[in-house]
């Protein structure tokens, strides 16, 4: 992206973790986001500061292997798994990981968002599998889901949060906000005692519009 973009992006990704913040999506120091500026240029968010409160300054800039080019601060103690999936997905140029209630209790659970029961699940955001527990901040993550963020822009990361990649910060965002929702609706309908899943007739029609329509 050109320089003139770099405090735009960097407007936006406060503006992400304020709105991760306010959501209830992270407390305290938890979470952290990222954006590629360049091809080996990545904008992070420091360890140990509420995604609520960042400020410009306090941003860092680190190169594709890691090392810190710009920044008072330590980039995030994530970065690892950041660095793996625009690594494994050179079209996704944003990451937001976040620890969203009622996602992260499925990730507890050990349940996955893989069955479609909502039409917006296919139209916007397709399945999300659950990872293997890794312990985080260790190369355990990006191991974890190395093969996953292959096949899907989110994962749930076992006993841990979400993480939403997306081709810019904005989108990232919004796929985390839509697997919390169903994360949401999925558990409310459970203690219903069923949920009806969409029929794979019901599931093919839908991609076949989100494949025309080019909705991801």
């Not at 989108?171 to 994360?183: G, H, I, P, S, T």
Request: proline share 6%; glycine share 6%; aromatic share 8%.
């Amino acid at each position: 992206m050109p320089k003139e973009t770099y405090p735009l992006l960097r407007k936006e990704l406060i503006r992400v973790g304020k709105l991760l913040y306010q959501k209830n999506f992270v407390v305290a120091a938890e979470g952290n986001i990222s954006v590629k500026l360049e091809k080996d240029k990545i904008l992070v968010t420091p360890s140990g500061l509420n995604k609520g409160f960042l400020s410009e300054k306090g941003l860092v800039i680190v190169d594709s292997k890691g090392q810190k080019l710009s920044g008072f601060l330590n980039p995030s103690s994530e970065l690892k798994m950041h660095l793996s999936v625009y690594k494994k997905r050179p079209d996704l140029r944003a990451v937001v990981h976040a620890h969203p209630p009622f996602a992260t209790a499925l990730t507890v659970a050990g349940e996955s968002l893989e069955r479609f029961f909502l039409p917006e699940a296919v139209l916007s955001l397709g399945k999300v599998p659950l990872s293997s527990y890794a312990t985080p901040t260790t190369a355990e993550v990006p191991a974890a889901i190395e093969n996953l963020i292959t096949q899907s822009d989110t994962i749930l990361l076992k006993n841990h949060g979400v993480l939403a990649g997306g081709k810019s910060l904005w989108e990232a965002f919004f796929k985390m906000e839509m697997v919390e929702k169903l994360a949401q609706i999925y558990l409310i309908a459970k203690s219903f005692g069923k949920i009806v899943y969409l029929t794979p007739q019901q599931v093919k029609e839908l991609e076949e519009i989100r494949a025309a329509s080019q909705v991801k």
